[in-house]
């Protein structure tokens, strides 16, 4: 008898040790560390302290963006964002045209690139919900319009200039050796953590993506909820759009093209399921950070462009074979 619960015991102990090494955020975390490891060996200081800092504060940029993109993949109704990386630009152009170098316009123009950000993120909503379009057609058409409104304003040309506070507070030490933006994305994750687990539109948001019609029954308002979540991402892309021209120092209109894919990507590493319904942003934070070392990393073995762009799509088609032979099996 004894011998027999050891070994259920130790049938148990594997069990949950496979589990939890199946689970996204922990091969995620392996996959960060490995990254680390090879970019170290390939250039000696790739991990070293101060080159760390500066790979975070890239993968805050991007994880500022996939916090938006999180919450619409969260609520389901093969939700995505494909007009992220627009946003990000018109957040950046009007963010730089509202500054204009002054540290004075920093607030005014956070409130304008989040705001006329968040207005078309909720168009996109509406237009989702209630008017039917699919979100990959409505958020690409999107795209299409924003692009052409910024070469029109713009006529094609770097605009706006960014604060000189604002670019010290992105990519200069502020506390310990850390740069502002890096605390902000703490508060972000706590704040996206809180929301998603803590409160009842969180809650909301999970319900309505795991099983919309069961929401409907216990009178949640489902097409409210994946409205405003695609109202928020565009307000989370605008905020991106300022810290971007922050960290480059002016803008450009396709300066956040490079965030569209890898926004999707750093959400699906992080095991939130396309299907809607179940993951978090903790995960995705984690997938933001392996993104970027291994963009580095790339970087590093002087891969071309389209070489990485190439990895980062092949990434995003085995995910996506893995996530849709999961939910058939749970189906």
Known sequence: MSDASSNMHSENAGFSLGAILREPVVLALFAIIILLGIGEAVSPGFARGDQIIKLLTVAALLGFAAAG???????????IDLSVGAMISLGAVIAGNVMDGANGGILPALIAAMGVTFIIGMVNGLGVNLIRIPPLVMTLGMTSVIQGGLVVFSRGIPSGNA???????????????????????????????????????????????????????????????????????GALAGLTGVFVIGYTGNSFISV??????????????????????????????AGAIALILLQSVLTTLHLEFWGRQLIFGGTLLLLLMFYGRQKSARI
């Open 69 to 79: 993109q999180n919450l619409v993949v969260l609520a389901g109704g093969e939700g």
């Open 163 to 233: 604060a000189p506070a604002l670019m010290n507070f992105i990519n200069q030490p502020v506390v310990f050796g850390i740069p502002g933006v890096l605390f902000i994305w703490l508060l972000l994750i706590i704040g996206m953590v809180f929301i998603l687990r803590a409160t009842s539109f969180g809650l909301s948001i999970y319900a309505v993506g795991a099983n919309p019609q069961a929401a409907r029954l216990v009178g949640l308002p489902v097409k409210v909820i994946r409205t405003t979540v695609f109202g928020l991402s």
């Open 256 to 285: 956040g093209d490079q965030y569209m894919l890898p926004s999707i990507i750093a959400v699906v590493i992080g095991g939130t399921s396309l299907a809607g319904g179940s993951g978090g942003y903790i995960g995705t934070v």
